[in-house]
């Protein structure tokens, strides 16, 4: 009975190898994931090789490939946000085991394979899934697996006071001291949520000699110091997740070394992350429960110093097709193609294209400058009016053409002196008047002849014998035929 | 045997039967350099006068190529001359101006001052709904022969019916207006003609597309996602809202039900053809890019590759085969375009989807070496097998052997799941093998032949009369209707 002496895990797996796991991973998956499971594209997809995302509970991978999963995932400290098409229904039970064992033991995974019979057992237990999964839900069900503690010998100590900077710990006493034996700080260590702070020791471990980096997030200040030396710090009072995330580098040997975070919190929320990442370290190593929210990538768009600039795409508080432009000397517009109307206008810069620029592009971009000003949330046209386009003058400044009956509004935007927008409304064919609300969403009131307050921060300005009248609030003008009417938009 | 004698057989074996064929010796694939530091992910590409290429990138950028053609692709130029355009996927000249299909309508371009830069830009419809979801793009055609430019319209998500028109093909005409053509559309990825002016378009593997596939966008038809179809009452042209298809049913079954439904005239068969379908261009350049005329190439984004395409028209539907044809480009190919010369220029991009090419973007042609591989030519359904035509006279003994050839034939379930197996396999056998007097032509008898089934033929053993294999012997034929 020489068939009795195979080990149980070969077996399994000369079961699985009916399926030729490699060449299957390499029909279905490679072109997302890499022939060599680092993410294609130089990583521009989540990497396998090494994730413990496919590594451990086999059953969080398995139900990555029945169902999918939708949002965004971070992977070794960056964050993807693609969608994994679910292929349940494309692919059989005893493929996907085959593909699972292979990706879990190529590029250095060493994890057990993956059976037939637990791809059915998962496929049948969640046989009312009809969406895809979401990486908290996952890790929630099925958490990572960590090998060893991300650092060794933790200890927290927990400290009560009103501080608004990082006290000088060597003067306090701590109230308390834990041994964190997960190895990862976590906020949830102090005692309260307001009003304390905490000091986290133990011992990182460097695979390689070389330069690692640390990347720190606080709310509210924290700071990292290894042997005694501050590599980074998130100073004062302020939110998590935002651009208060500091990285700080340090030249370390192969080995063990010392590591001390002081952190505290003020009042209302509180949250801390850290992660390393240096020689030997695929992307980042999480070195708190939280993960860091990873370096945002900004791709500013802007005018040139005499042309104004276009960015036609999904901009937050704008109807789908908006039409942004942003102008020399930091004044922008963003026109709302299915309202025939300007949205929005704002100072400073103009408009980060990365959400839309990589990976697929989810969601609206918000504005990158400040003092952002809507004018119209709805339609300033009859239903019947349609976009027509616009021109660009020499300077690429906008006329945007709306058409009614066999008429036509002009709508042109240029810069004005400072802080100031010039819009200039022509009617011409067609009707004989139009009447247009000029700020839908702005409270109005006249403030001298010919100079009117809309909401807060922006003054209108227009020749006096301008007919624009106020209703409820609300300034509407009223445009006559083949005469144009000059308004000024002046920020405060 | 001794290892020696071993080797010394396979070498015999290997030069008796020449040299492999390979893609350099009949196709030459080259990169036409971009602007330098640009992020030229490619949407679309038009030809203009003077043999200047237009070409629109994703982040909504339209640049102007020069020297494109040239022997030396180290000369050419480019010059930007539109910016902001929001994904267009879509584009020709006709008549001075640049015609766009974007993401929320159909625009078209022009330079009025002749300073080299786009100063107008005329929307000529936007009757069709986005409501910010990424997934919904919209890809547009070439003028037809009124005029009229057709665009597919992305489901929301993939997935839904959000906005209006989405899972519709609209027309849209010279005067701007707009006409819903044909509903049942699911996630496409290009359009285009064949050589006689009919409409397709690709649609992925998804819900309700079991597989990736070509379709006919015959005007009035239902092309297989009901998702879109709470718009018929928008659409008096149209008629009544089709019948309901049933879930986890075979298209052939639900053709019989509902009457607007057209099949995908050919199949991709997932991963092991098509992955992401996208641009189609038929071949109408007589012959200068080998002999495929009226044939039709597929990109393919996945796979970064261009397939070829044989149709006929059986009892009122399209239907044919698709074959690997060109591979190794450097992205994942999205728009192609062919120059009456012969030169096909393909764009890539892998944001947001992989591909097998290694690059984040690409701007490639293909130039036929004026050599042409031993293919298969044609690949056409008779009433009992299949009629292959080949590029250059067969072997008679190896094509008249029926052991040359293999078939095998599946269908996918149609259901509201995303993608299907390949289910109800059949084995259908070549009973005979007969080879035309010329040499060019087989007549392969099927016992077997399973309407509504892709069938796959391997034709392995098939040698030309110099002993040459055929450069890529399969061929994966949708067999929607046998002739009569």
Redesign the interface.
Known sequence: MRQRLLPLSAALIAAAAAQDGGQLYT??C?????PDGKG???G??PPLAGSPWVQGDPERAIKIVLH?LHGPIDVFGRTYN?EM????????DDQIAAILTQVRASWGNASPAVTTEMVKATRAANADRKTAWTAPELLKLHPLPVSAPPIAKLTSRIYHGDWTTLPDFSKLEARNIEEENDGLIDVSHGDREDLFALVWEGEIQAPESGTFTFRLDADDGARVLIHGKPVTEVSGIGPFGTNRAQNGSIDLSAGSHPIRIEYLEYMGQQDIALAMKGPGINGWRALSQKPVQPEKPTIMVAPTADRA??????IEGVS??A??FGFPGGVNLAYS?DHLAPALIWTGEFID?SR?????????QAPAGQRVVKLASGRSLPPEA?????????AGNPTFSSQLGKGFLLDAWKPGSSAELVRTLTLKDGATALEIPLADSLPTRLLAPGVWQLGDTLELRAEENTAIELRDGQAFLKLTNGQPVVLTYHWK | MSPLLTSTLCCGLLLSAGHAQQQSDFYVREEIPIPPGE?MELGSIALMPDQKIAVTT???DLWICTGAHGADLSKVSWSKFA?????PFGMFWKDGWLYLT?R??V?RIKD??G?G???????LN?DWG???D??EYAFGSDPDKNGDIWAVLCLTGSFHAHSPWRGWCVRITPQGEMIPTCSGIRSPGGIGFNADGDVFYTDN??VWN?SSSLKWLKPGSFQGNPSGNIFYDQAKNMGPRPTEPNDKSRILAERQRIKEFVPPAVVLP???VG?SPTAIVADTTKGKFGPWEKQLYIGEQ??SELQRVCLEKVNGLYQGAVFHFLGGFE??IVPARQAPDGTVFVGGT???????G???FTFERVRWTGKTPFEIHTMSALKDGFELTFTEPVDPASAGNPASYAMDAWTY?Y?A?????EVDQATPTIAAATVSADGKKVRLKIDGLVQGHVHHLTAKGVKSTNGSPLWHPEAWYTLNEIPR
């Open positions: 029909s279905y490679s072109a997302c994931h890499g294609a594209t130089g521009a997809f999918g693609l098409p679910p292929q349940g229904a494309a692919i059989p600039v276009i960015y036609r795409n999904f789908p097709r039409i942004g193609a294209g839309h620029w990589i990976e697929r592009g989810q969601g609206n349609r976009f027509r386009g616009y021109k660009l003058d020499s | 992020v994703r982040r909504g910016e902001g355009l929001h994904e974007q929320p309508e625009t009025s001052d300073d830069r786009a100063d107008t830009f005329e929307t936007s986005i409501n910010g990424y997934h593997q998804g079991g997932h991963a092991k992955q996945t796979k992205a994942g892998n944001r947001g989807w992989g591909s097998n290694t690059k984040p379930i259901q799941e995303y993608g299907s197996p």
